[in-house]
């Protein structure tokens, strides 16, 4: 009797450490969202691929008309063709500039109190055939105010895509670059892949990359075994000559293609703009494919648009330090293309608490803003690692320091690879690599 008992006490221990486990908290950063990626839209064939437009394709929609029904609400709709239906369908916000929470048909899919970082939401089991509505709740930034004493974006309306991927689907796309010693270059590339069925799969991807989107340099094909549920990586290499390399005089970029076969179907094809460059931070600096490189940060909004980055380009700038809060895709981008370096800042910015790290002064000595800092840096790391541009992260911006900041920049040098982690305001303290 006395074993029964204990058994069934822990099994009722059991039971309860595995929902505080597998529970989200509803005051958790990010409620029910997706893991963090850069973005990647797929497309239906290897000619959609290579035009990367964003606009409505069958595997990718934009919401772009909206209604407001009441004060700080925003509605839309998407349409879910039946040829979806063995698919997984995701929800992507981008800027919503304050904390928000997202409903599928009238049903709570999660929601965020970053504003400033893009989210993913898998609403598939939310979603039905033909139209769906998508309704956003703009909620007031109260809760996230001390943190956020920087000024917002004046775009009053998100971007908002819906994405169509196949069950067993590319997660996320990463690559590394490493200099030889014989005018070489070697190329790591890793495709997560996620298997979201409930048996095993294998996944065929075929993998491409071309110069000049002509000349094609490595062409090959990986199988990757997935259990029920399962995620792998798929990883492949290539050598290529360092003048193909990436940097300020030379913004040389290549393409990526991938196609992704399962059960002998060709279910998603992608094509994106890759650039090869080896980052190293010493001795207070950059050096860039092994040269070193005077890098000269000019401070500008995260808020720009394209224009205003080739109007600094065209005065001469060649590095600038995005301050706290959210770069657009297509801003990196056109650093890309240009050759101009980028540092971008989570957003973190509390000096309106001043520098004291008592009680109830600066939130970031604060350990119940420790999610918060932890996963707005995180969520920066994520979203802009495809970038060559970026060289550089910032922790925050005139934030004092403390136990929020140490965890911040000790998550981020896990993930950052290369790339230093710098923290101005700091203090000098050890959390930042900044000499």
């Known amino acids: 009797m006395k074993r029964i008992t204990t058994y069934t006490l822990l099994a009722v221990l059991f039971t309860a450490v595995t929902s505080l486990v597998c529970a989200q908290s509803p005051s958790s950063p990010n409620d029910g969202c997706d893991l963090h990626r850069t973005r990647l839209i797929p497309y239906p064939t290897a000619d959609a691929a290579a035009a990367r437009a964003m606009t409505k394709q069958r595997y990718m929609q934009p919401i772009t008309e909206w209604s407001q029904p009441s004060e700080g609400t925003l509605r839309g709709e998407f349409t879910y063709p039946f040829s979806w239906v063995e698919r997984q369908i995701f929800l992507r916000i981008e800027h919503a500039g304050c904390p928000y929470e997202v409903r599928i048909n009238g049903k709570r899919a999660g929601g965020s109190t970053n504003g400033f970082g893009a989210a993913e939401y898998n609403i598939t089991k939310l979603s039905r055939e033909d139209k769906n509505s998508v309704e956003i709740r703009l909620l007031k930034s109260d809760d996230v105010a001390a943190i956020e004493c920087f000024k917002g974006s004046e775009k ?18 990463f690559y590394h670059t490493t200099l030889g010693g014989d005018n070489s270059a070697n190329v790591s590339f890793g495709v ?208 004092s320091n403390g136990i929020c900041l140490y965890e911040s920049y000790l998550a981020l040098k896990r993930i950052a690879g290369d790339l230093p982690v710098f923290y101005k305001d700091g203090g000098g303290e050890w959390n930042s690599d900044l000499l």
């Open 156 to 173: 009053t309306l998100p971007d908002v895509y819906i994405i169509s991927q196949p069950r067993v689907r590319v997660r996320d796309i």
């Open 192 to 399: 997560v892949m996620h298997n979201e069925t409930l048996g095993n799969k294998v996944s065929r991807i075929y993998y491409d990359i071309y110069l000049n989107d002509t000349l094609r340099l490595v062409s090959g094909q990986r199988d990757v075994s997935l259990g029920m549920r399962g995620v792998d990586t798929m990883r492949f290499g290539a050598t290529v000559a360092d003048t193909m390399l990436w940097s300020d005089r030379s913004p040389v970029r290549i393409s990526l293609r991938l196609k992704n076969r399962v059960d002998g179907r060709d279910v998603e094809f992608y094509d994106m703009p890759v650039a090869l460059r080896e980052v190293e931070y010493a001795d207070g600096g950059f050096t860039i494919n092994r040269q070193a490189t005077d890098v000269v940060w000019r401070d500008m909004s995260p808020d720009v648009e394209v224009a205003d980055v080739d109007n600094a380009y065209a005065g001469g700038c060649r590095a600038i330090r995005f301050t706290a809060g959210e770069v657009r895709d297509e801003v990196l981008s056109r650093c890309d293309e240009l050759g101009v370096y980028v540092a971008v800042t989570a957003p973190i910015n509390s000096w309106l608490s001043g520098t004291s790290r008592k009680r109830g002064k600066n939130p970031s000595n604060n350990p119940k803003w420790r999610a918060d800092y932890v996963e707005r840096t995180l969520q920066m790391a994520h979203t802009v690692k495809r970038h060559p541009s970026v060289i550089a992260l910032f922790l925050a911006d005139e934030s």
